[in-house]
């Protein structure tokens, strides 16, 4: 408005001309049409915020369902089958967008999967169309959608935003309609102690997103931004907030994303012990030793799903290989538990920093749990042992200023200080780093770093990074608490830390969880674990250097054989505290399994990554990933999935609705919410007086210029 | 003909300008005036132990709190509710956030270019006050600041004493209407360790 005026005066003619009085008029005419309407209507035309929230409120339409009800987004309903094959998964998750909705649909759902999980197929079914998904570079993958979805095309997107979370877009879903994507991916099965284990997260949780609001404050003129469908606006530490924090639906919404499930246990030995830890799941017995598993009927996507199995004494495998041909080359993935560890005379003494989180997405059960822990952990240090113990939120508190002694007075005063601790503010974990990481080598005896939280961040990049940097001669053990926890930035900061994770998902575990730990706290490890090949050939293994191996843990590589197998085997040796430890496996039993491939180019990616923590270019780490992902079809931080039906089905006239749908709050968190939306916090006072001023200005140019021309 | 048509163009711009200057003013001076008389009707409250005080016969609302940031030299009036007419006078509390005094997630609101214009000085660490209308006064300390979009500005319940302030952003547009606010949290301040910093405030 205020442009137009400037422009209608400097560019009036004649003063005598009638037109320009009609067009002076018509604009004050316009001006007070605009206040009668209450200023809120006064919206600047070019306001970059306004057009910001302009795209964000598309999805926020309302349209009537068939009972009367309205229905804003299309629903999703999911299908997950898991097919275990000794220390290999192969998952397909079915994803169907439900459009009940009278518009045409664009549905964008942020999901997460397992992380370290090869994502390698996509395939979208239309009715009896099966269109297969290609793998290209992100950007370009992002045109291909975004020039579909223009020219009223289906489409879907898959794309990676963390290597645990990931987005679908699924474009012109016609009203009525139902589009389904089926995606897979290959994950290794985790060993600790005995216990086989696969996690599948189905929720994720909302992240506190730390920094400070991004915009571009130079050519876009102080622009905000919002990439994505987010809750959270981009910030300088998580310039990518907008992406990973979907809306949140409430306790009083109804339940969305029910989830059926079902697992194919083929574990190659006799079973002891076969449980889900956190659903209800029936199990019987299929040919050949196979245990099937499925839900009882539908589950609420609020938790991770979580099957642990054991075997049966004395059959526990030591050893395990499996292969893949491609090409002319041969991929291995090698599982081998090493002998037990010396146990010393007496624990070594340590010195102990117990890391607390009480931010407020620890509320809940999960503040129980992990005080329950880090009080059965005080109790356990020995009269040798040092320790100290910080808390942190939005600040981090030490609780001694100095390591003390484990004395009874000590530990006395810390069990009360953890007793008296509440969950409340943000999760500053940078912050508790800098308090406990000081890069030091040698603190005169082993320093033992324990961390408890859930992980529930999104500058994971950055935290790493400070690990990877200042870590010194510390161990970092990460302990994940919660329902959800961020298990890829859980399981990253122990490797970085070299460390190991353990995760408790429920107050029962926490006993023998921490024992576990315990154990890998009080037992040395075993370091400078190398591979060879017994011919001298050289091995492209990850994770390379492959990391501490703590009491329980086994060992698990990836290997690339350029040019196949030959006759040859693998030499393994390491150390274990003053001892050398040496196997040799022979590669003539190799048990062929497929997705082994996919799985060494999914631990080379991360390997990659992971150099950016080190200080490698981000440009010569794209070019890397792309290579290798577009090799073995991979979806990377670089590259994405994306299938595209041939012909339009949405007439380009009709519009659509792009929706963001809703993921559930995590169980056991706080959902229980105030909307403080409502409030109109703003007054036109500001426009009333700018407009008023620009008005008098006008009058008195006009008085100015009829004195000029009388 | 086209001079006397000037001239009423003249007078209608005259008028119209006028008018909206003196109501944007207006409006700015309302929220100061309208807090000096709230002053006097919080007193009145905590004379009475809590009485709520209704600081004009035709108010339909009343003080429930008093707020101050004594680094940015604020001190504030709350009143209960979240209307236009509530907001013009001063901050509101919202009706559907926990009651000031209870532990819980209290949340107020204000007009970005009035009462809650200090928000976008508030740093983290910042102390603010909130006296009660029992007369007890609780201390918070800022823990995060932050925008979000208002349709989606769903603030968790709590089980602690927790207190968000909430006004309309970007602070310096013109425009009324913003879909977007900022948030400003704060937890109750733990007197044991940062006594030693709120002795010098």
Known sequence: MTEKKKNGGSAAPDPGNVLFVVYVGFVICVILLGMAVDGYSGELPDSPVQQDSKKIRQGELLYAGDDGKLIRAPQLSQEVEIYISAMTARTMVRQRFINNT??????????????????????????ERVIVGDIKEKEEAKKIYETAKKEGKKASLLSQERPNIFTMAVSNIGPGEEIEIEIEFQQVVRLDSGVFSLRFPMVAGPRYIPGAALSNSGEDGGKLQFSGSGWAVDTDRVPDASRITPPVALKDEPERNPIRLMVELAAGFPLARVESLYHGITVSDGVDGVKLLHFDGVVKADRDFVLEWEAAELTEPRAALFGEEQGDDSYLLLMLSPPAQPVTEEALPRDMVFVLDTSGSMAGPSIGQAREALILAISRLGRRDRFNVIEFNSNA???????VAADAENKERAVDFV????????????????????????????RQIMFLTDGSVGNEEELLKMISSRLGGSRLFTVGIGSAPNAYFMSRAAAMGRGSYTYIGHSREVQQ???????????????????????GRKLEYYPGPVPDLYAGEPLLVSLKLPGGVAEEGLEISGRMGMQLWQEKLSLQQLAGRPGVASLWARKKIRSIMDSSAQGVAEESIRRQVVSIALEHHLVSKYTSLVAVEEKPSRPVQEKYVSSALKNNLPHGWQADAIFGGTARTATPAHLRIITGLLL????????????LFR | MTSRLLRITTFVLLAAGSFLLADGCWIRTKAVLAQILLQHAWQESLDNKGKEVKPWPWADTWPVARLRVSRLGVDLIVLEGESGEVLAFGPGHLPGSSDIGDSGHVVLAGHRDTSFRFLQ?????????????????ERYRITATGIYEAERLYLPQKKHAFLSMITCYPFDTVQPGTSLRYMVSAAPSAAAVNSVAEERL
């Open chain 1, 397 to 403: 508190v030490k609780l001694f200023d100095h390591s």
């Open chain 2, 121 to 137: 000085y508030l740093k983290n660490d910042d102390l603010v006050t909130v006296q009660r209308a029992d007369g007890v006064t």
């Open chain 1, 513 to 535: 969880k921490m024992r576990e730990l315990f154990r890998k706290l009080e037992h040395p490890a075993i370091t400078d674990i190398v591979v060879k090949s017994s011919s």
């Open chain 1, 419 to 446: 007793r008296s601790l509440e969950a409340q503010g943000g999760t500053e974990i940078a912050r508790a780093l800098d308090l406990v990481l000081d890069g030091r080598e040698d603190h005169g005896r082993i």
């Open chain 1, 102 to 127: 009278r518009s045409w649909q664009e549905a964008v759902y942020v999901f997460p999967l397992p992380d370290e999980s090869a994502v390698d197929q996509l395939l979208m079914r239309i009715g």
């Open chain 1, 696 to 707: 008098l200005l006008a009058a008195f140019f006009l008085c100015f210029r009829k004195r």
